[in-house]
């Protein structure tokens, strides 16, 4: 029996974002045993899941909490045990999807055959040895040079291609509860149930309480059912929208654990929120999603599946990715009247003002995208770009057009690099022909003008950064090979993406 272990501890919404991963892994591996290692609360994607034979929830606070006290020994011991009990499983293939550097130890000790993602050599440096897992990392230092959505990328680090299921699995008798709980409520079943998620993680993701209110009584007048759910730090909010709509809106926030609101979700006709993980769970589920963005991109971490509504507010830093957002122009920038024509399906030019909108489906490869609908859908990548650097690791094309002039631009720009790894790769050889520390130092300052070249440079710079330090650090001879052949790998793979 083949054994597969999977890590990703993050959060909610990156569990079920690799939910597709699992279902490929079975159907590629048929008879595998699938343990997915999450940290404890966030497991409850996984249940009841098919493709997860066992779920080992990792309680990560209770640790990090006793290896800070008094009690440290014990934190460390509690560790050791969990790494031993992973060790014993003897993986065949482990798969790791984190990107927290702890979790790169964990890989290591458990010492499975073959590794995908992010390992801590034993020689102090992490490394990622595999392709897919280094263009992950380098998505955040040029994002607008990459068209994948994060599942689509956990999907190549787990060496998993084309179409997969995405799913999430609930029990006869979690729906039933869901009903009986909307009953008690005074929901009706039968009616046109609209769930309204207006809590997320950060407040430059959250859309107005006040839109929340408009669209509401906008959707109660049309004779639907609003249920606002959240978690117990969003009763507020639920509790201010609710008092403003009165009849036929049901606040459950703070009442329902996690997978409870998700049954809840099932029985829903539609779901409008932010970039939630519940925006994520209700995809998973094939429930009609309007997803109302705004810091984050709906390329990266949209709803996963095909029907989905994307509402893009319009804002000249998207996607900016912060936290906290003084202006929340973008989140403004969509109106109530916008996603009201988008749940009844009656998007037209003159009532989509102020956003973009895009609906979700797939391409020829099975990949996610979003197609524009109404709006400028402008910035949230470069097609050029991102063809680019998506040829650069697979030798099939993309389906987006790629302007000449760009490709132009990116051709040079790619240039520019390919010429300066060159003279790094010069100053390594010399070094291995004459031990001289000056060509290590000449490395150094060359390397340095890499910083210089913008646009698509940004992307083949952090590529090569990511490469070099996984390099050894303890044999300088060898590290100074490894570094020299990176260089060669890196500037290869550039040259052959652009045709240089």
């Given amino acids: 029996m083949y054994r597969i272990a999977v890590l990703l501890p993050n959060n909610l919404g990156d569990v079920f974002m690799a939910l597709p991963v699992l279902s490929g892994l079975k159907d590629k591996y048929r008879g595998s045993h699938i343990t997915f290692f999450v940290e404890d609360g966030f497991e409850c994607g996984l249940e009841?899941?098919?493709?997860?034979?066992?779920?080992?929830?990792?309680?990560?606070?209770?640790?990090?909490?006793?290896?800070?006290?008094?009690?440290?020994?014990?934190?460390?011991?509690?560790?050791?045990?969990?790494?031993?009990?992973?060790?014993?499983?003897?993986?065949?293939?482990?798969?790791?999807?984190?990107?927290?550097?702890?979790?790169?130890?964990?890989?290591?000790?458990?010492?499975?055959?073959?590794?995908?993602?992010?390992?801590?050599?034993?020689?102090?440096?992490?490394a990622l040895n595999d392709m897919w897992s280094q263009y992950l990392y380098s998505i955040p230092f040029a994002r607008s040079f990459n068209r994948l959505h994060a599942t689509d990328v956990f999907k190549r680090i787990a060496n998993v291609c084309g179409p997969v299921k995405s799913s999430m699995t609930l029990t006869d008798d979690e729906i039933y509860n869901a009903g009986n709980y909307l009953s008690g409520k005074g929901c009706l079943k039968s009616s046109k149930i609209i769930i309204f998620q207006p809590g997320a993680a950060f407040q430059s993701k959250r859309w107005l309480a006040e839109n929340f209110i408009e669209l509401g009584k906008m959707l109660i007048c049309d004779g639907c059912s609003i249920v606002i759910t959240g978690a117990p730090s969003e009763t507020g909010t639920a509790s201010e929208i609710s008092a403003a709509l009165n009849d036929n809106c049901y606040s459950a926030a703070g009442e329902l654990t996690f997978r409870e609101t998700v049954a809840l979700a099932s029985l829903c006709y539609c779901c409008v929120t932010g970039d939630t993980a519940l925006m994520h769970a209700a995809a998973a589920l094939k429930k009609k999603v309007i997803a109302i963005f705004g810091s984050t991109s709906p390329v990266e971490t949209g709803p996963y599946g095909a029907g989905h509504t994307v509402i893009a507010g319009q804002c000249s830093r998207r996607p900016c990715f912060c936290s906290e957002?003084?202006?929340?122009?973008?989140?403004?920038?969509?109106?109530?009247?916008?996603?009201?024509?988008?749940?009844?399906?009656?998007?037209?030019?003159?009532?989509?003002?102020?956003?973009?909108?895009?609906?979700?489906?797939?391409?020829?490869?099975?990949?996610?995208?979003?197609?524009?609908?109404?709006?400028?859908?402008?910035?949230?990548?470069?097609?050029?770009?991102?063809?680019?650097?998506?040829?650069?690791?697979?030798?099939?094309?993309?389906?987006?057009?790629?302007?000449?002039?760009?490709l132009l631009l990116y051709r040079r720009q790619s240039q520019c690099v390919v010429d300066v790894i060159l003279k790094m790769e010069s100053e390594l050889t010399h070094y291995i022909d004459n031990e001289t520390p000056d060509s290590v130092r000449s490395f150094e300052t060359i390397k340095q003008e890499l910083a210089t070249i913008k646009g698509i440079g940004e992307f083949w710079t952090a590529l090569l950064n990511i490469r070099l330090n996984s390099a050894a650090l303890l044999d300088f001879r060898k590290g100074i090979v490894e570094s020299r052949d990176i260089c060669r790998r890196t500037r290869l793979q550039i040259a052959h993406a652009v045709k240089i």
């Fill in 325 to 406: 957002c003084e202006s929340r122009q973008c989140m403004k920038s969509v109106l109530p009247e916008t996603v009201y024509h988008a749940i009844n399906g009656t998007l037209t030019a003159s009532n989509h003002c102020g956003c973009d909108i895009y609906e979700t489906g797939f391409d020829c490869n099975g990949d996610y995208k979003i197609q524009p609908v109404a709006g400028t859908a402008g910035n949230y990548y470069n097609p050029a770009g991102a063809e680019i650097t998506y040829r650069s690791f697979t030798d099939s094309v993309s389906s987006d057009a790629a302007d000449h002039e760009s």
């Fill in 48 to 126: 009841q899941n098919s493709a997860c034979d066992v779920i080992f929830k990792f309680p990560r606070k209770q640790i990090r909490d006793s290896a800070r006290g008094n009690d440290w020994g014990e934190g460390l011991a509690e560790l050791h045990d969990m790494v031993d009990k992973l060790r014993k499983e003897r993986f065949d293939y482990v798969v790791n999807l984190a990107q927290h550097p702890y979790v790169s130890y964990i890989v290591t000790l458990i010492e499975g055959r073959l590794t995908h993602g992010a390992v801590m050599l034993r020689e102090g440096n992490i």
